[in-house]
């Protein structure tokens, strides 16, 4: 599966990779965030909304980690049918307990990252999109978590 290379100018590629190291924790972080950037805050929230708008970025916020807070994080994995994938992928990703979506050019077609204040949510949740969808999920808990430092360069 490939995709177009997003349409980004200077100032939505600085952003992107300016706020991937972290977030100003303080009275007014838009407006911290944005001053190295040269913006003003308005226009980097601006900025931000039409990222997402576009879907350059699916998301813009903290990433917990629920077993710090009690809950759990599981990556699952489904083998959707080719002519029912986006309408399933609809239906996964309609979940609030649903991270993460990708599809992989495999068997198991469809992962996706089901993260829920308890464990036992996390299982509920991965049983009712199997019966939303009619499709076995095959949960994978985290049996050991790696730090990986990810950044992605625009």
Not at 54 to 83: N, S
Not at 121 to 148: Q, W, Y
């Amino acid at each position: 599966m490939t995709t177009a290379a997003p349409d980004l100018d200077r100032i939505d590629r600085a952003i992107i990779n300016a706020l991937q190291g972290g977030f100003p924790l303080c009275d007014r972080p838009y407006a911290a965030a944005a001053a190295p950037l040269g913006l003003s805050e308005a226009e980097l929230i601006e900025r931000l909304a039409s990222l997402r708008t576009r879907g350059v970025l699916t998301r813009f916020g903290p990433l917990w980690k629920p077993e710090a807070l009690g809950g759990e994080a599981v990556l699952a994995a489904m083998t959707v049918p080719a002519d029912r994938f986006d309408e399933v992928a609809g239906q996964v990703n309609a979940f609030p307990e649903v991270a993460h979506n990708y599809a992989r050019d495999h068997a198991l077609n469809m992962w996706f990252v089901v993260a829920a204040e308890t464990p036992e949510r996390a299982r509920a949740a991965c049983d009712e999109i199997a019966a939303a969808t009619g499709l076995a999920v095959l949960p994978l808990p985290k049996l050991h978590e790696f730090h990986l430092d990810l950044r992605l360069v625009a």
